[in-house]
């Protein structure tokens, strides 16, 4: 097999093909953008876990320093954010980043959260939500009503991976107030991504001239409950089978074929929908379990987790990466874009913070459990992505300088959490 694939890729070298010679010449800053953004994401990401911060700050932060080369003159780099393969890879990566955040949680997971995780979850996108819409219509108040429901919708995320690995070096992983984060990030993804949907399709028919009425909203609505039923109803009844008959191949990596297929296609009938293909990638994870993936362990494959995660490795980084690269530091010397980010990372915050009301447990501390929800990470950069990805009369959704507000919001309440959780649990246990 081996010599057989060096005869092919010789064959391939000696034919002197127009199209392939065409191919190369196109892929070429391609392949410079991938080794810039690996190198910059992979020392950001170091820098930032020596910092006691998460990688992806520090991916953040080096797409930010490589996207803003050009006030100092250096301008080889600016096609970052304009070269339609790297965008495309960025697209790529953050599908695979929601498949991904969906593996790590069951149907059954959303099952089994108790009425204080249910709770908090609600309040924590409610919330957030209104006070987003709010600052948007007092900052920007020509923006207009989509605009205003797209920064709340921002708020509403909530990246708990951050609040986990706290807990996990205190050692309070196992606690109530862990568990009720835990299971509140579960549900809030799902409404977040509701949320979105809701927003992003509202923006798409406002967009093709179509006016946003209730029964509009009805309409969206009804179509995001409806894919996720029809996911769910495939992921119970057709994707057993078809992964067990996957079993029976003889090829190797068949497990990772077919869940990257399986993600692929859900993001495909997600647009299908008029959602964002996210929610489909993220429902295609939340449908597979662990059961669908026991033959082939079995055998002795890794489990899709594991298999995904050196995808991950490529991809999310190039998403990252070009999101910060986005960002452009000179929007920050207008006083309305540091007031807009101070006031969405206010709100942010405040809304996070009042979702421990939702704690019903006596003996829990309702401050942890709220700061534990107060970190947006990825996903806010998910939805700020969508943001700008959307179009409202010719015109992106979110202009630079409301992403840049955005990146403030997940840079700064990304960086309070971890010493703010301390603190809290510190407070709690000496209580």
Request: glycine share 12%; proline share 4%.
């Amino acid at each position: 097999m081996r010599h057989a694939r060096r005869r092919m890729a010789l064959l391939a070298l000696a034919l002197p093909l127009p199209a392939l010679a065409a191919a190369e010449d196109s892929i070429t800053p391609l392949l410079l953008a991938l080794a810039v953004i690996l190198t910059a994401a992979k020392l950001g990401g170091e820098v930032a876990v020596r910092l006691g911060q998460p990688a992806v700050l520090g991916e953040l932060v080096a797409g930010v320093a490589l996207g803003n080369l050009g006030h100092l003159g250096f301008h080889g780099l600016d096609f970052l954010r304009t070269d339609s393969s790297v965008l495309t890879l960025a697209h790529l990566g953050v599908l695979i980043l929601l498949f991904e955040v969906g593996l790590e949680s069951t149907v059954g997971d959303l099952a089994r959260v108790g009425l204080s995780s249910l709770l908090v979850a609600l309040v924590g996108v409610v919330t957030p939500f209104a006070l987003g819409w709010a600052v948007s219509a007092w900052l920007l108040p020509a923006a207009g009503p989509l605009v205003h429901a797209f920064l709340g919708a921002t708020l509403c995320a909530t990246s708990v991976g951050i609040s986990a690995r706290v807990m996990q070096d205190l050692g309070r992983s196992r606690s109530p107030e862990a568990r009720i984060i835990l299971g509140a990030a579960v549900i809030d993804d799902v409404l977040g991504l509701l949320v979105l949907a809701v927003v992003a399709g509202a923006v798409a028919a406002a967009s093709t001239g179509a006016p946003v009425s209730l029964a509009g909203i009805g309409s969206i609505v009804g179509k995001s409950v409806a894919f996720l039923a029809i996911a769910l109803l495939l992921g119970r009844v057709l994707v057993p089978r078809v992964f067990d008959a996957g079993a029976g191949l003889r090829g190797k990596w068949t497990l990772l074929s077919f869940g990257l297929a399986l993600a692929f296609a859900f993001a495909w009938l997600s647009g299908l929908f008029g959602l964002a293909p996210i929610v489909g990638a993220f429902a295609a994870g939340l449908v597979l379990e662990p059961r669908h993936s026991r033959l082939y362990t079995r055998r002795g494959e890794r489990d899709l987790e594991d298999l995904v995660h050196p995808i991950s490795a490529f991809l999310v980084p190039v998403f990252f990466v070009t999101m910060g690269a986005s960002t452009d530091l000179a929007t920050f010397g207008d006083a309305q874009v540091l007031a807009l980010g101070a006031a969405l990372t206010v709100a942010g915050i405040a809304g996070k913070l009042a979702s421990g009301v939702g704690v019903l447990e006596g003996g829990v501390d309702r401050l942890t459990v709220a700061v534990g929800m107060v970190p947006r990470g990825e996903v806010g950069l998910i939805f700020a992505g969508v943001g700008m990805k959307a179009t409202l009369g010719g015109q992106p959704l979110l202009d630079a300088g409301t992403h840049s507000a955005i990146v403030v919001l997940v840079i700064v309440t990304t960086l309070v959490t971890p010493p703010a959780l301390r603190m809290s649990l510190s407070r709690s246990r000496a209580h």
